[in-house]
């Protein structure tokens, strides 16, 4: 079972952890701006770039948010998706404050589907039922290419290694 740190303590994630080279599941989340269905994973036409925070509503997720926002509109060829459990109307509420408007932020509130199908469900601590901090490259073909599992949810991630990643499988 895959583990992550909340200010220095180890807590457990629950759900099935997916790996570099594994086939990334195909899972369905709610996007923010129409309460609309949107499929993250699987083989698509453009590569993936899955940005799994705890909540919209700390600094450090929305922070995150703002950085990829910024970056990721850089990199042709990449679907960049910010993805937690907040409640979509929260989701859009931050996107519409925040100017977020090149990526997709999107819910996994319903059955926990995404956190669930990647391992990234916290299952122990005061933070029990949301997501860690993690980022997965998906490529074209639906492979994993590219996974960090923040060490310390509270810190942020290393940016530069997602981007590089994202823009690596976006030029093959």
Known sequence: MATTKLKGNEVKLAGNEVNVGDKA?????????????????GAQDKVQLLVVVPSLDTPVCAAETRKFNEKAAEIEGVDTTVISMDLPFAAG?????????????A?????????????????????????????????????????????????EPEYEEALEAAKAAASK
């Open 107 to 155: 819910s996994d509130f319903r059955n926990k589907d995404f956190a669930n199908a990647y391992g990234v469900l916290i299952a122990e601590g005061p933070l029990a039922g949301v997501t860690a901090r993690a980022i997965f490259v998906v490529d074209k073909d639906g492979t994993i290419v590219y996974k960090q599992l923040v060490p310390e949810i509270t810190e």
């Open 25 to 41: 599941p195909e899972v369905t989340v709610v996007n923010a701006e129409g309460l609309a269905d949107k499929k993250v994973g």
């Open 93 to 105: 509420r931050f996107c519409s404050a925040e100017g977020i408007e090149n990526l997709t932020v």
